[in-house]
């Protein structure tokens, strides 16, 4: 039976680990042959050779997505391995937690840097081999954060307003060039992510309990969850689909 994802060439930025590593396997599972694009150049290779023993066609790249050369050498390498990328996966993020008169320029720059400018400089990478071929799909991880501020979250939440704007622009201008641009907002993960921005609120007073979790969302959110919603908004089920903002809360946005 075909995957849902057959053949086509599918890069992810921040694919090593977590949400990343778990749509990269997914993804290869489906049929994409999966360029993973990451910092963390061990974890990196090891998922990519995990997934080639596997039976899945996977390279990876080291890249900070922040800089535009290493963008240019990331896609030109999934160019070369597995064709012209027809489906990204923007998922590279961080966070600050700290409170907000505390925050730096520093903590400013690198936060942008990493949740926004590298969304940018990817999807402007891609996006001419796309309209060559005729079309693509692009899905970006924004956050519950961009619609539901946390105290000490302030340019993390920032950032990811920008994601879920960036989507909805690059999908009303690129719409009738067969572009389709998302973005998926995951809650709270059961991720290393997760764990360093939950340890850092509690210690900042902020109520994130096991109790608090579970009356927000009911519980964690796994990565495989974050990548099944990835999936479908790259797959031709979400043909239609154009411009949206998925949460993956559980129902944390909706209350």
């Known amino acids: 039976m075909p995957g849902r994802l057959d053949g086509r060439s599918a890069l992810i930025s921040g694919g090593a680990t977590g949400c990343g590593g778990a749509a990269a396997r997914l993804f290869a599972a489906e049929g994409a042959r999966v360029t993973i694009v990451d910092r963390q150049e061990e ?19 080291y890249a900070d997505v922040s800089q535009r050369a290493d963008v240019e050498t990331a896609v030109a390498h999934a160019q070369a391995r597995f064709g012209t990328p027809t489906l990204l996966f923007n998922h590279a993020g961080t966070i600050v937690v700290k409170p907000f008169l505390e925050t730096t320029d520093a903590d400013y720059d690198g936060l942008m840097d ?13 996006l001419p081999g796309m309209l060559e071929a005729g079309g693509g799909r692009i899905v970006c991880t924004s956050s519950i954060s961009a619609v539901a501020a946390t105290p000490m979250e302030v340019l993390y939440g920032m950032t990811k307003g920008a994601v879920h704007m960036f989507a909805r622009a690059i999908a009303v201008e690129f719409r009738d060039r067969n572009i389709r641009c998302n973005a998926v907002c995951p809650g709270f993960i059961q991720t290393a992510h997760g764990s360093r921005e939950v340890e850092a609120l509690s210690k900042l007073g902020v109520d994130v309990s096991d109790a608090a ?8 959110c796994r990565p495989e969850e974050v990548a099944e919603a990835a999936l479908f908004l790259l797959s031709d089920a979400a043909s239609f689909v154009n411009g949206t903002h998925l949460f993956v809360d559980n129902g944390f946005t909706a209350v």
């Open 43 to 61: 974890a990196g290779a090891a998922l990519a050779e995990a997934i080639v023993a596997e039976g899945g066609e996977a390279s990876f790249v």
């Open 114 to 126: 990493v949740n926004v400018r590298s969304m940018f400089l990817m999807t402007r990478a891609v």
């Open 213 to 220: 979790i579970a009356a927000a969302q009911g519980r964690m």
